[in-house]
């Protein structure tokens, strides 16, 4: 059976191109590859902004139709009582402890960036944890659009045989993956 090696870029509908790009330049560094006019290309009704974090063409790709006429959303996902299903966030990891801590007291500093939750321990095990899971540590802020973006570190991996491990590599036992 072929596999699926790994979840590479996230395309967002915007409404306002040019702000969308500026904030994930400006506030999550990211670098603008290509920008394109809608119909540029016969089948692609949208403009398109393809941006990256490392050396890959995209990670991130901005998606506005010009004709959209486009209404505000509910800032939090849970005051959204009615419409169509959303994501709920996507998320952006950093190397280590360190540089999340970092990020957040840059991200705070500014003054412009709304935060809507965190810093939180992502955790059941651990005693200083919410009581959720993951194992890692994240806060949540909101972009112009009010799309909710996760800023994580320190993820759980999963062993060959299902348990959980810490970050720094502690085993922890009692947990297990429901599928190998």
């Not at 403009?47 to 974090?53: I, K, Q, S, T």
């Not at 063409?57 to 959303?73: A, D, F, G, Q, S």
């Amino acid at each position: 059976m072929a596999l699926i090696k790994r979840m590479q870029h996230f395309a967002l509908e915007v409404a306002d191109t040019d702000r969308a790009i500026a904030w994930y330049r400006d506030v999550l560094g990211f670098k603008l590859t290509e920008r394109h006019e809608a119909h540029e290309v016969a089948g692609i009704p949208v403009e398109l902004a393809f941006l990256r974090l490392g050396d890959v063409h995209h990670e991130l790709v901005i998606v506005h139709n010009p004709i959209k006429r486009y209404t505000p959303k509910s800032s939090l996902p849970e005051l959204d009582l009615e419409g169509p299903p959303m994501f709920h966030h996507f998320a952006f990891e950093c190397d280590n402890r360190n540089d999340w801590l970092e990020l957040e007291a840059q991200l705070r500093a500014r003054g412009d960036v709304q935060f809507v939750r965190g810093p939180v321990l992502h955790s059941w095990v651990n005693p200083r944890g919410d009581g959720s899971w993951g194992e890692n540590e994240a806060f949540y802020i909101l972009d112009p659009d009010g799309h909710r973006i996760e800023v994580f570190c320190n993820l759980a991996m999963i062993d060959p045989d299902g348990t959980h491990r810490t970050a720094d590599g502690t085993r922890m036992e009692g947990t297990k993956t429901i599928e190998m």
